[in-house]
């Protein structure tokens, strides 16, 4: 009877690590990793036998807890252990860190966090047992743990090494909330929604916000790209082409977000989410009039608006909450802890930042009329697509404070924006008029005056370090700078519109005889097919 009890308290202990976080106790100087090599069903008893443990001795008791940690987003299994939020190492490689084991010095290693590596969180289940109750015990050993060099608190259960959770700090900003019970990281990086490649999740983003402003019609996960089509609604497809298949065989607006095992939508005036493998479709309730233009996930959070006001909600319908009134509104997005947005569109538009928690609203020192705004590695880019109040469209990029840092692509006179030379002359500050001086456009073979693409610029999208844009009949790219203005391709579409990047590849709208096909084409320039 004793074994079989001690049996079923490992096998507790193994399977459902508590989720947990309180401020830092413990051991004034960092431990080596201490291994549970058995669990006991009764409360700890102190290590005998002097003040240096040996291995195998019991140092403390692992607690049921109703906490939940959270990595950019995702939440992670945890423990409570001495009142602290543990997580495994191992665990953590699959919220995009890296991580060794040193077999020579007996040590596990966090040695840094991308968001180019795998993001693919673990299931987490929901604790069933009562918080604070005994779970296990923890025992001694000789293995060390590093974060970034530096040695740390660790345990081992069930042969995975379980460091504090406070120790990530080293990769992002980690705050509680005492309120939902939550721990959190987002690590730095993590929370730019436009990252290598536009894949997505790495920040716990359902998207990119290029790729939303864009409508949404795709969105990367792994190795999975998920996009919307006018003739069979929400598709899934392999980024090496392969697996298509169709998940919901109806039309959807899209705004897609794709967050762990969930795709999130809109249409019909609502918020929708469906699995990843399309089963279990629901509408998320309290979401009745949110506008099908703009929709953002970010963790467990969905950013949306009615155009009345700006409004996060949880993803399962509650915790509603009004972030700030708005005001004839366009050009709303939100990126990390920052909501940004333009109002009055026909007077004088006035450009804004505000916190997620509805606090900091700060008017932005931007004048002009745009009509897109994307947020990319801590800079505003917004579409400027008139002339009267400026010297000629163009993107306009600001850093977060909203001071003039270039325009894109470099128009002035004198500038050399040439495909086949793949060179710009001119890469800074473009806020001077040329006096009208007409010079010939060496990408449309005619004339025009002040700034190349006049009144021709339609979408565009940030991703990384480039800059995709479509100028007439053709798909552009440029790099950030201003340099290696590139054509990726040029048809004889009679529209081509709402260009998202998914990994490698361009997904973008053909309207031509008012098909509105989808189509996509790699970022090289290559690969370009039909993706209905």
Same mark, same amino acid.
Request: proline share 3%.
């Given at each position: ?14 399977? =459902?690590?508590?989720? &947990? ?30 003040? &240096? ?50 077999? @020579? ?79 959190? =990281? ?21 998207? &990119? ?21 006018y003739s069979n609604g929400l ?100 990126d990390g802890d920052w909501a ?117 610029i339609g979408d565009f999208n ?15 790219? @440029? ?19 709402? =260009? @998202? ?32």
């Open positions: 009877m004793r074994k079989s009890k001690k049996l079923f308290a490992m096998l507790l202990c193994l399977t =459902l690590l508590a989720l &947990t976080i309180i401020p830092a106790a413990g051991f004034d100087e960092p431990k080596p990793v201490v291994a549970i090599d058995e669990v006991a069903d009764e409360p700890y008893e102190p290590a005998s036998g002097g003040n &240096t443990p040996k291995v195998g001795d019991i140092l403390g008791e692992v607690k049921y807890t109703d906490i939940v940690a959270y990595i950019n987003g995702a939440a992670i299994p945890a423990a409570n252990i001495n009142g602290d939020t543990y997580v495994a190492v191992e665990d953590l490689g699959f919220y995009g860190f890296d991580w060794v084991w040193d077999g @020579t010095n007996k040590a596990v290693k966090v040695t840094g966090w991308s968001k180019d590596n795998k993001f693919e969180p673990k299931p987490v289940p929901k604790e069933t047992a009562k918080t604070g109750d005994f779970k296990c015990n923890y025992l001694y050993t000789n293995i060390k743990a590093y974060v970034n060099d530096k040695l740390v608190d660790g345990y081992n259960i069930g042969g995975e090494t379980l460091i504090n959770f406070n120790e990530l700090s080293a990769y992002g900003k980690i705050t509680w909330d005492g309120k939902a019970r939550e721990i959190r =990281l987002v690590t730095d990086g993590g929370n730019i929604t436009s990252g290598s490649g536009g894949v997505t999740n790495s920040g716990g983003n359902g998207t &990119t916000v290029g790729n939303l402003v864009n409508r949404g019609i795709s969105a990367i996960s792994g190795d999975w790209i998920y996009y919307r089509t598709n899934k497809i392999k980024t090496d082409g392969t697996g298509k298949t169709v998940l919901l065989d109806r039309y959807i607006r899209g705004n897609i977000n794709v967050i762990g095992d969930w795709i999130y939508y809109t249409g019909d005036r609502d918020i929708y989410k469906i699995k990843i493998d399309g089963t279990g479709n629901i509408k998320i309730p309290n979401t009745a009039g949110a506008t099908e233009n703009w929709m953002s996930v970010a963790g467990d959070w969905i950013y949306y608006t009615d155009f009345n006001n700006l409004y996060k909600i949880r993803t399962d319908g509650k915790d509603k909450q009004t972030i700030t009134e708005l005001d004839n509104a366009h050009n709303i997005v939100v940004y947005y333009s109002e009055d569109w026909v007077n004088d538009m006035k450009h804004y930042k505000v916190k997620t928690d509805g606090t900091g609203k700060t008017q932005l020192p931007i004048k002009g009329t745009f009509t897109y705004l994307i947020v990319e590695n801590g800079r505003l880019y917004y579409l400027h697509t008139y002339t009267h109040d400026m010297q000629g469209t163009g993107i306009y990029v600001y850093d977060a404070n909203g001071k003039e840092i270039i325009v894109l692509p470099d128009m002035r006179i004198g500038g050399n924006p040439d495909p086949k030379t793949n060179t710009n002359a001119n890469t800074g500050n473009s806020n001077s008029n040329s006096g009208g001086v007409e010079s010939e456009n060496p990408m449309t073979g005619g004339f025009e005056s002040d700034r190349w693409f006049d009144r021709s940030v991703s990384g370090d480039w800059v995709y844009f479509v100028a007439g009949e053709t798909i552009y790219k @440029t790099r950030t700078d201003g340099t290696e203005l590139t054509e990726i391709v040029k048809r004889n579409y009679s529209g081509l519109g709402f =260009l @998202t990047i998914s990994g490698d590849w361009i997904y973008f709208i053909d309207v031509a005889d008012n098909k509105f096909l989808m189509h996509r084409i790699k970022t090289d320039g290559t690969g370009k097919e039909i993706a209905e």
